[in-house]
């Protein structure tokens, strides 16, 4: 689809070049009485390199669509990681450059979306948030209450975040899947 450069936004996949890339930032620039600018910045999608391109604003650029699939996490094997679709219970081997630090939010069992261009999976996308288990961090300070102080705290797929002073090993928080902070405990049902 075939959208002006003024419609370009962060996060989206544009076709540029004949090659797919993903939109890291934009910055519309109008110099004094020249004629306004969009500014950006893209990732290639195949490369990883990283590209700074102006577009004029009467330029067209072709914004990607994809299929997304619901599919579920499996294992890792060797260097690639091994996903289910839900529905059809089709497996696929997705290598380190697809799935990325994404792994770092992902647990066995757990369903995410994986988006699809021409039936090759190109990208995973995270929920927001997401619940990990709490398996490393300083033993908890018995006067310790809810302040700004913070330890860091290894949690069940490796991802160190910094928690507040009374989570402890075993505690499952809610994390921030853009950021990778800690947003808070999960209660657990009793």
Request: aromatic residues 8%.
């Amino acid at each position: 689809m075939l959208i002006p450069s003024t419609a370009i936004r962060v996060g989206m996949i544009i076709e540029f070049n004949k090659d797919l890339y993903r939109v890291l930032s934009i910055n519309h620039v109008t110099p004094g009485n020249w004629r306004g600018m969009v500014q950006t910045k893209l990732k290639n999608i195949k490369t990883g390199s990283n590209l700074e391109n102006r577009f004029r604003p009467e330029d067209k650029v072709e914004k990607v669509t994809f299929d997304e699939k619901e599919m579920e996490y499996l294992y890792k094997e060797d260097d690639h990681y091994v996903f289910m679709d839900t529905e059809n219970y089709e497996q696929f081997t997705l290598g380190e450059e697809i799935v990325g630090d994404a792994i770092q939010y992902i647990v066995p069992n757990s369903k995410v979306a994986v988006s699809f261009y021409e039936d090759k999976p190109l990208n995973i996308d995270l929920p927001m948030t997401v619940e990990l288990e709490v398996v490393e961090t300083e033993p908890n300070l018995r006067t310790a209450t809810i302040t700004n102080t913070t330890k860091p705290a290894k949690l069940e797929t490796g991802l160190v975040v910094q928690v507040p002073q009374f989570i402890d090993v075993g505690t499952k928080i809610k994390v921030d899947t853009a950021e990778g902070k800690y947003i808070e405990r999960v209660q657990t049902k009793k």
